[in-house]
């Protein structure tokens, strides 16, 4: 009996070690069209067992395993596979159809309206070096976008003004927070250029309609521009330019980093060697710092904050035809802050916040009477992200904006004083819906409260994308956008509602490699828009809500880095049909900061033996309209057509020395942009009238930056 | 496991009669082998699957390489090594495909999901930030037009992560010097500067030992190519 037992023993032993006897599972992986999939990982979980299908799809597993295991399949985006077995020693036959699942990393975004600028591999893209390399852009971030499609070249303002928006129907954001003053201030008829310095910028999204419901006060176009976020060593930066020149230090420590700058400008010695249109008594100078500060927060949270204080002076003898000159005196003084943090909290919940102040002033003196604008702003924001499902993410949040705003005007007996103050509470919702990993949909609203003029705006947004395949995709957007009159304004009332832009817009882009191809028709139609009366200026009856506009055009994009070796270039064309009844205007008309054509052609390239980046802008924009008031028609003259050639060079001298040359309008194109008239007529009845012109034929820059780190301390002693 | 477990208790309840000693010996057996095949297992699958590597010569040989390892990282969910190799396999493919950037950039981002798992599991581990900073690397080299700046950024960052946690990572200092030769080529400045660190990390290449036969030894020839290509001119 004993004998007996032992050998059942035995044989259970030895049927258990026996279970290392092998079980063969063979199948093929296909996808739910039937076509195999080569390469996908098959396997039994928590074990080594498993193999990689071959060429046709098949796959052969041997384990020695034994009892209930999961066979596993994966590849690549598609949805893994998992199914229990039971190994036996019998052989397995299992086919596998793996689904498609939902990439957010692959899928479709909505991109109608937006240039995005980022390290995005999709985008159509415009970084800090493109913008600083671009001829023409003087190292401006306003200057490059002006060669993208959309926009009009208006060169006595220097602003962004787009598809048939006036310049203050584009509002910038640094990280989400409105920028009051981005621009400087100057003299009329002269441009301005941007605040900010354009390797302060990581990313950069231009939409030039469409935008999503985070974004109010702006009618035609926004500018979303999202700073660096750490430093990476210790850096000492110095530029010196023919018009002056900055500093800036990088101090990095462990999740942190300061940056200081420092920059002075003054463009007297340049104007006194190269001829210039305007009469200046005192050349343009300004003076500025800079603080950038980063802290690391948490694992995922990262804390920004820059600070900027610039002061400019200039004086100059305006030309009225009317009255003859007089001198005009500008010193503007502008304090910037800027705030933002922002964090993961877990896989379904974001949270970013923000804010941003602003404090300026403008002091105009002129024929002994002085102007002062003072603007005291601020605006919070605080957002959040949800994501209750892969397919759903919802971004929601609030703004509060408050401002301040005064006009001082003082003559030799008498002075006056106008000022109001305005808040307003925002809110907004967005929800992105994707129907699969091609389509899909975004629904949001915004809804504003503004205590000074007491009114609820609603602006409900749409759109929607759809990816045809991984290089092109179509879409949609339509929206209702709102922009309060300007301060000068609503100084006087508080009776106006704001105006109203609706923008219906359809977009095809295509990415390949390093062509990309970008169009977009579009639809606008203005209505609310402010009008002027004969009342007098401060009186509220002299303003009304009675205008109305229109525009619609084409705009096309080509960039190509990929034929020309080392050369990199880029096309824009807009075409637009645009009128208004705005302000003053008797009629419809076209407004004078529009150009029916615009083409804009920006070439670089890089040439390795020379260490040399040399590039060209072509700029054309078909002749505007503006209003001659010795005619009848209104608006009917026409300024000659815009045409400029610019040229720049880059030359890197070293790793960690730079000089850059750059002229603009090399060939002396004739520029005018139509006349300024008296406000009276002379005793012929006639307007007298004088030219405006850009404040020079061309204008040169020479530069050199110098970078100096903790690696090449020593290298301070070679520079020449 | 548990089917053994299941035919022991069966065992049990049917031969209630045999002998303890008997059962506990074949307990011994079949629970000594389990246990010894565990510990050996791991090294022996990843010293087979590593010389499969080796010998891969196509990125799809690679590619069912990264699967093996990926498959073993699955099951042992405490060892790096597994994730790194699966990385590091793929963004050898990546090196064999050059030309084709979009499947450069698959290859790419499939060692980027290890080397973001490794650098939670293991946050303190020089080697993986050399594997990060080389894969930044080669994410540079598909498109050094487009990614020049922002990836030598990254390279760098990652590379100094590294270093502050493990000076002497022959990878680390391989990555560092390669990227200080790929700075000072674009911008024609003499790399030669970069001669002396290199070829000190060639001559004391042999120093570093690593920590096991599976653990990261690869850049030997990577520090003799780069010696090769920026140093060979002159003497």
């Not at chain 1, 054509?597 to 890089?606: A, D, E, I, P, R």
């Amino acid at each position: 009996m004993k004998t007996q037992r032992f050998f059942i023993l035995l044989a259970s032993v030895l049927f258990t070690v026996g279970g290392y006897a092998q079980t063969r599972i063979t199948g093929t992986v296909t996808d739910k069209s039937g076509e195999t999939l080569p390469g996908t990982r098959v396997y039994l979980e928590d074990t080594y067992d498993g193999t990689t299908t071959d060429a046709e799809g098949r796959f052969l597993i041997e384990t020695t395993e034994e009892g209930d295991f999961v066979l596993k399949a994966e590849f690549m985006e598609y949805a893994p596979y998992a199914a229990p077995v039971r190994l036996n020693g019998l052989r397995i036959e299992r086919d596998i159809v793996l689904k498609q699942s939902f990439s957010e990393v692959k899928a479709v975004t909505i991109t109608a309206g937006a240039f995005e600028a980022s390290d995005r591999k999709q985008a159509v893209i415009l970084d800090a070096i493109d913008m600083v390399t671009t001829a023409g852009s003087n190292g401006d971030v306003f200057g490059a976008l002006q060669s993208l499609p959309g926009t009009s070249t208006v060169g006595e303002s220097g602003r962004l003004f787009v598809r048939g928006g006036s310049g203050r129907e584009t509002q910038t954001f640094i990280d989400g927070n409105l920028v009051y003053r981005p621009f400087t201030s100057s003299p009329p008829s002269l441009a301005v250029r941007g605040r900010f310095n354009p390797f302060m910028f990581k990313g950069t999204i231009f939409s030039t309609g469409g935008y999503s419901a985070e974004y109010g006060q702006a009618l035609s176009s926004v500018l979303l521009l999202e700073t660096n976020e750490l430093a990476v060593e210790d850096e000492l930066n110095i530029g010196l330019l023919n018009v002056g020149g900055d500093v800036a230090g990088n101090k990095v420590w462990k999740g942190g980093a300061l940056t200081g700058s420092f920059n002075y400008l003054n463009l007297g010695p340049y104007m006194g060697l190269v001829p210039q249109n305007l009469d200046w008594n005192q050349a343009p100078t300004s003076l500025g710092g800079q603080l950038n500060f980063r802290q690391k927060t948490g694992k995922s949270g990262l804390l920004k904050f820059y600070g900027n204080y610039n002061r400019a002076e200039m004086d100059m003898n305006y030309l009225d035809p009317g009255t003859g000159e007089t001198a005009y005196g500008l010193d503007n003084a502008n304090l910037f802050l800027n705030g933002a943090w922002k964090t993961i909290l877990n896989e379904k919940w974001a949270v970013q916040t923000g804010g941003s102040f602003t404090r300026n002033r403008d002091a105009v003196g002129f024929s002994g009477n002085a102007v002062q604008e003072d603007l005291v702003a601020g605006h919070g924001k605080a957002v959040v992200t949800w994501a209750p499902a892969r397919k759903l993410k919802v971004r929601m949040g609030g703004e509060y904006y408050q401002h301040r705003f005064d006009l001082n005007y003082r003559e030799a007996n008498d002075s006056v004083h106008a000022g109001y103050q305005e808040q307003r509470i925002a809110s907004f919702a967005e929800v992105d819906l994707y129907a699969s990993e091609k389509l899909v949909f975004r629904v949001g609203g915004r809804l504003e409260r503004s205590t000074y003029q007491d009114r609820w705006d609603v602006s409900p947004r749409m759109a929607a994308a759809y990816k045809v395949n991984d290089h092109s995709q179509f879409s949609l957007a339509y929206g209702q956008f709102h922009q309060d009159a300007e301060e000068q304004i609503l100084l006087y009332t508080n009776q106006l509602r704001p105006e109203r832009a609706d923008h219906y817009m359809l977009n095809y882009q295509y990415h390949k490699d390093d062509r990309s191809f970008r169009t977009e028709a579009y639809y606008k139609r203005y209505r609310d828009l402010v009008t002027f009366n004969d009342a007098p200026f401060f009186s509220p009856a002299a303003y009304g809500n009675d205008g109305r506009g229109y525009a619609y055009g084409l705009d096309l994009f080509w960039r190509d880095r990929k034929t020309i070796k080392n050369g990199d270039y880029w096309i824009s064309y807009s075409f637009i049909q645009t009128e208004r009844e705005h302000r003053n205007f008797p009629e419809m008309a076209t407004p004078s900061f529009v150009s029916t054509h615009n083409l804009s052609v920006v070439y670089k390239h890089f040439i390795p033996a020379w260490r040399s980046l040399p590039g060209a802008t072509f700029t054309y924009g078909s002749p505007r309209r503006y209003d001659d008031p010795n005619t009848a028609a209104f608006n009917d003259a026409q300024m000659p057509a815009f045409l400029s050639l610019d040229l720049n060079w880059t030359y890197l001298h070293r790793e960690n020395v730079i000089f850059h040359v750059a002229v603009s309008n090399v060939p002396g194109f004739r520029q005018q942009f139509g006349y300024r008239y008296a406000a009276q007529p002379d005793a012929s009845g006639q307007y007298a009238a004088t030219e405006i012109l850009p404040a020079a034929r061309r204008m040169f820059v020479v530069g050199c930056f110098i970078t100096l780190s903790h690696n090449d301390k020593n290298q301070l002693d070679k520079i020449n | 496991m548990s089917t053994t477990t299941l035919n022991i208790t069966t065992m049990k309840s049917t031969l209630i009669t045999t002998s303890k000693v008997l059962l506990l010996f074949a307990l011994f057996i079949i629970l000594g082998t389990e246990v010894q095949a565990g510990g050996g297992k791991y090294e022996k699958k990843m010293a087979e699957t590593l010389q499969a590597m080796g010998a891969a010569e196509s990125p799809q040989a690679l590619q069912e390489v990264a699967n093996q390892f990926l498959i073993v990282a699955k099951a042992e969910k405490k060892e790096w090594l597994p994730y790194y190799y699966h990385a590091y396999s793929h963004i050898m493919a990546n090196f064999m495909l050059k030309g084709q950037p979009e499947q450069q950039d698959l290859m790419l981002d499939e060692a980027k999901s290890s080397i973001e798992t490794l650098l939670k599991m293991a946050p303190d581990n020089g080697e993986v930030h050399a594997l990060n900073a080389f894969h930044l690397m080669a994410r540079l080299a598909v498109n050094p037009q487009e990614r020049g700046q922002t990836h030598s950024m990254k390279t760098q960052m990652a590379v100094a992560h590294g270093l502050a946690i493990d000076a002497k990572n022959p990878r680390l200092r391989y990555v560092k010097i390669s990227t200080d030769f790929g700075t000072a080529r674009f911008f024609g400045s003499g790399g030669e500067k970069h001669c002396a660190a290199a070829q000190d990390l060639a001559a004391e290449w042999d120093n570093f030992t690593p920590e096991s036969p599976l653990h990261p030894t690869w850049g030997k020839n990577l520090v003799a190519r780069m010696i090769q290509q920026n140093c060979g001119s002159e003497k």
